[in-house]
């Protein structure tokens, strides 16, 4: 029985969204690519990597528990999240806020002591993000389009993170954090769509208030919008900085936005359940090829620059 409860308390966390931490390395990324004379390979670089991700999944983690707790009356009319641990009322909302302020306040301190100022900011920025995400009286998310806007502003913040894990001073390119901000739009509005059809129109305003007076086709204008402009940013940052990574993995990325925007377009009842896309085969083989690519084209970028 006891094992059972940390079981739930557990999926409560929402660890197994451990990958979304990821995202930091693309910040990370892109520092050592504009300023390849800060790599130094060492043991230190490496533990920097690991610790960077540990802190930003700390504090990811504390969100998704602000979300449990505030979600809980909004999850009720959701088929599958109304057995999330709090709404199925099989956890304590004060343990819960016990593991929140552990997970904070010990990722905070350490980044700090560890990565300093900027980073530590910057890990402060995810959280408060958060809070002005879920908590009412702000509760960004149930103001339509405000919600994705909102949603991912968290892509430019880690962003940020993975680039202050190692940066001191230097600011990344505007072009680069606002071509990340709007790809996280894009994924959000996707996301949108596809809760709007899984749950139909009355469920979904339950569920989401911001999909109120919001039809599935404004919707899809904007992710095309926002689609577009992914791809124009990534490739004019590579074109201003004679990048040739970023130019070369520019049209391979517009045609995962094509196939994106292609799937959420299809003509059927109901698309499937929102995070169902990620387990989509195809989706595996295009995000490894897009990798693949963007690796092929750096290789040729050191080659060509010695």
Same mark, same amino acid.
């Given at each position: 029985?006891?094992?059972?409860?940390?079981?739930?308390?557990?999926?409560?966390?929402?660890?197994?969204?451990?990958?979304? =931490?990821?995202?930091?390395?693309?910040?990370?990324?892109?520092?050592?690519?504009?300023?390849?004379?800060?790599?130094?390979? /060492?043991?230190? $670089?490496?533990?920097?990597?690991?610790?960077a991700f540990l802190f930003t999944w700390g504090i990811s983690t504390a969100n998704y528990i602000i979300n449990e707790i505030?979600?809980? !009356?909004?999850?009720?009319?959701?088929?599958?999240?109304?057995?999330? !641990? $709090?709404?199925?009322?099989?956890?304590?909302?004060?343990?819960?806020?016990?593991?929140?302020?552990?997970?904070? $306040?010990?990722?905070?301190?350490?980044?700090?002591?560890?990565?300093?100022?900027?980073?530590?900011?910057? @890990?402060?920025?995810?959280?408060?993000?958060?809070?002005?995400?879920?908590?009412?009286?702000?509760?960004?998310?149930?103001?339509?389009?405000?919600?994705?806007?909102?949603? =991912?502003?968290?892509?430019?913040?880690?962003?940020?993170?993975?680039?202050?894990?190692?940066?001191?001073?230097?600011? !990344?390119?505007?072009?680069?954090?606002?071509?990340?901000?709007?790809?996280?739009?894009? @994924?959000?509005?996707?996301?949108?769509?596809?809760?709007?059809?899984?749950?139909?129109?009355? /469920?979904?305003?339950?569920?989401? !208030?911001?999909?109120?007076?919001?039809?599935?086709?404004? $919707?899809?204008?904007?992710?095309?919008?926002?689609?577009?402009?992914?791809?124009?940013?990534? @490739? @004019?940052?590579?074109?201003?900085?004679?990048?040739?990574?970023?130019?070369?993995?520019?049209?391979?990325?517009?045609?995962?936005?094509?196939?994106?925007?292609?799937?959420?377009?299809?003509?059927?009842?109901?698309?499937?359940?929102?995070? %169902?896309?990620?387990?989509?085969?195809?989706?595996?083989?295009?995000?490894?090829?897009?990798?693949?690519?963007?690796?092929?084209?750096?290789?040729? %970028?050191?080659?060509?620059?010695?």
């Amino acid at each position: 029985m006891q094992e059972k409860k940390i079981i739930n308390y557990l999926k409560a966390l929402r660890l197994e969204r451990w990958p979304r =931490s990821f995202a930091i390395y693309i910040g990370t990324f892109s520092f050592f690519l504009l300023y390849p004379q800060k790599i130094v390979f /060492s043991l230190n $670089l490496f533990v920097k990597i690991i610790l960077a991700f540990l802190f930003t999944w700390g504090i990811s983690t504390a969100n998704y528990i602000i979300n449990e707790i505030a979600d809980a !009356p909004f999850d009720q009319h959701h088929p599958i999240k109304r057995t999330r !641990p $709090l709404a199925a009322g099989k956890v304590s909302r004060n343990i819960l806020l016990i593991l929140f302020f552990i997970m904070t $306040l010990s990722s905070i301190i350490f980044a700090y002591l560890y990565f300093g100022k900027n980073y530590t900011i910057y @890990l402060i920025a995810l959280l408060i993000a958060g809070f002005f995400y879920n908590i009412p009286p702000i509760r960004l998310k149930d103001i339509p389009i405000v919600d994705f806007v909102s949603e =991912s502003i968290n892509n430019p913040i880690r962003f940020l993170i993975g680039w202050y894990a190692f940066a001191r001073v230097e600011f !990344p390119p505007y072009l680069l954090l606002i071509w990340w901000w709007f790809f996280g739009m894009f @994924l959000m509005i996707g996301k949108r769509i596809a809760e709007k059809r899984f749950l139909g129109e009355e /469920s979904s305003q339950a569920y989401r !208030p911001s999909l109120k007076n919001v039809s599935e086709k404004v $919707l899809f204008y904007f992710m095309v919008f926002t689609g577009f402009l992914s791809f124009a940013l990534i @490739l @004019l940052f590579g074109i201003q900085f004679k990048i040739i990574t970023f130019v070369v993995f520019s049209f391979p990325f517009a045609v995962f936005l094509i196939w994106m925007i292609y799937t959420i377009n299809k003509k059927r009842g109901e698309l499937e359940e929102p995070e %169902e896309l990620l387990k989509n085969p195809f989706l595996s083989i295009i995000i490894f090829i897009l990798t693949f690519i963007f690796f092929i084209s750096l290789y040729i %970028e050191k080659v060509a620059g010695k």
